[in-house]
């Protein structure tokens, strides 16, 4: 038995917080950020394609994809027409895959009957995929915060400018969007301590546990 949960949340909302904390109670998260890294690593078909699409100034010195690169070709306020696009079309169904596999493992895990895994796809863009991605999910979770709350934090601990802040999440979809897709709005504004208790409460309901 598994309840499979699709998390997302606005960028620097604090999905990944609460993404950590299902994983110190038990479940199984399947990180999407991770993933579209490992599909684009050194000498992957997806880096190769990402070349073959976007040209040779893709990649970095170190060899693998040039990440501030592609993030200004892409979310920056001079990236051409369809950038965003050309580049969801190489990584999603990489992406989909992988996560499938993983999927699949976690499942074939479960031995005890009385045991209800829990299998969290961790989707960033989940909002804009959600009419494509190739999993169905028992719940939907969203974490979010005020713009101006997220803008900051990018500002202060990811060393983002506020245009890049801004550009980041012009390219997301709206919070309405993603409130309309869950069936659960986590406030991550709130203290760490009624944050978790917020989730530990959600996963205890989704085991089945008192």
């Known amino acids: 038995m598994f309840t499979r949960i699709g998390l997302t949340g606005g960028i620097a909302a604090g999905k990944s917080t609460v993404s950590r904390r299902l994983a110190e109670l038990g479940a199984t998260v399947i990180d999407y950020d991770l993933l579209a890294r490992r599909v684009v690593a050194p000498g992957s078909v997806g880096l190769s394609r990402i070349v073959d699409e976007f040209g040779p100034a893709a990649i970095g010195h170190d060899g693998g994809l040039d990440r501030v690169w592609m993030a200004d070709h892409v979310f920056g306020p001079n990236a051409p027409d369809g950038a965003r696009e050309r580049l969801d079309t190489i990584e999603h169904p990489l992406i989909y895959a992988e996560a499938a596999r993983l999927d699949r493992e976690a499942v074939t895990r479960v031995v005890d009957d009385d045991v209800r895994l829990v299998v969290v796809h961790d989707v960033p863009l989940l909002a804009e995929v959600i009419g494509t ?21 990018m500002m202060g601990e990811r060393g983002m400018s506020r245009e890049q802040a801004e550009g980041r999440i012009r390219h997301q979809s709206a919070e309405a969007t993603r409130r309309e897709i869950a069936d659960t ?9 009624q944050m978790f208790d917020v989730v530990d409460r959600l996963y205890a309901d989704w085991t089945g546990r008192e």
């Open 185 to 193: 709005v986590i406030d991550s504004t709130q203290p760490i301590e």
């Open 133 to 153: 991605i190739p999993f169905c999910f028992d719940h939907i979770v969203t974490v979010e915060a005020p713009e101006p709350v997220r803008i900051a934090r």
